[in-house]
């Protein structure tokens, strides 16, 4: 699973054309694309020679067996929009969900998010909770990351750092 962060890099685009999640879903997979030739010239360089003759290696061959013949990229954003595989797996295992008990007991009459049999339903369900849990995790690495900030640091910092932790620090403030 691939992220991305809230940059102009990736949202200052013309997202009509191409969703934010796509576009990186198509960055990730030139980018292993390059990574498997990188590894046939290094650990098969007797195969692939200087890499002009158009021979694959072993690595880009066995890309090359993947399903598509590729890496699948799964790609989720910053405010919790998903690529288009993503949001294929979600279908598929909201299917499979609605077609089993759990789809059973799932009812337009119990339920009143939204018309329609168990598939929407469930498929709402699982969107909503993919994206909360795409958001929360992005949340979770940004606070992960302030004990590592310090006094002077341009991204924010501060503080006096001895022998306290910058979060026990600003629990200190919080309660004064």
Same mark, same amino acid.
């Given at each position: 699973?691939?992220?991305?962060?809230?940059?102009?890099? &990736?949202?200052?685009?013309? @997202?009509?054309?191409?969703?934010?999640? $796509? =576009?990186?879903?198509? $960055?990730?997979?030139?980018?292993?694309? =390059?990574?498997?030739?990188?590894? $046939?010239?290094?650990?098969?360089?007797?195969?692939? *020679?200087?890499?002009?003759?158009?021979?694959?290696?072993?690595?880009?061959?066995?890309? *090359?067996?993947?399903?598509?013949?590729? #890496? #699948?990229?799964?790609?989720?954003?910053?405010?919790?929009? /998903?690529?288009?595989?993503?949001?294929?797996? /979600?279908? /598929?295992?909201?299917?499979?969900?609605?077609?089993?008990?759990?789809?059973?007991?799932?009812?337009?009459? /119990? @339920?009143?998010?939204?018309? *329609?049999?168990?598939?929407?339903?469930?498929?709402?369900?699982? &969107? &909503? !909770?993919?994206?909360?849990? #795409?958001? =929360?995790?992005?949340? @979770?690495?940004?606070?992960?990351?302030?004990?590592?900030?310090?006094?002077? $640091?341009? &991204?924010?910092?501060?503080?006096?750092?001895?022998?306290?932790?910058?979060?026990?620090?600003? !629990?200190?403030?919080? #309660?004064?």
């Amino acid at each position: 699973v691939k992220t991305y962060t809230a940059c102009s890099t &990736r949202y200052n685009h013309n @997202n009509s054309t191409m969703t934010p999640p $796509d =576009r990186r879903a198509r $960055d990730v997979t030139t980018e292993y694309s =390059r990574k498997f030739k990188k590894l $046939d010239a290094v650990f098969a360089p007797e195969v692939v *020679g200087n890499g002009e003759n158009g021979t694959t290696g072993p690595f880009e061959t066995a890309q *090359g067996r993947f399903f598509r013949g590729q #890496i #699948i990229p799964i790609t989720a954003g910053w405010f919790g929009e /998903i690529g288009g595989d993503f949001a294929k797996i /979600i279908k /598929i295992i909201a299917r499979e969900a609605a077609s089993g008990e759990c789809g059973m007991t799932v009812s337009p009459l /119990i @339920n009143s998010d939204r018309k *329609g049999g168990a598939l929407p339903i469930m498929l709402q369900q699982f &969107r &909503r !909770a993919i994206g909360v849990a #795409i958001i =929360r995790g992005q949340a @979770n690495h940004k606070l992960a990351r302030l004990c590592t900030l310090r006094e002077g $640091d341009e &991204r924010g910092g501060g503080g006096d750092m001895q022998g306290e932790s910058q979060q026990q620090q600003m !629990a200190t403030r919080a #309660i004064e």
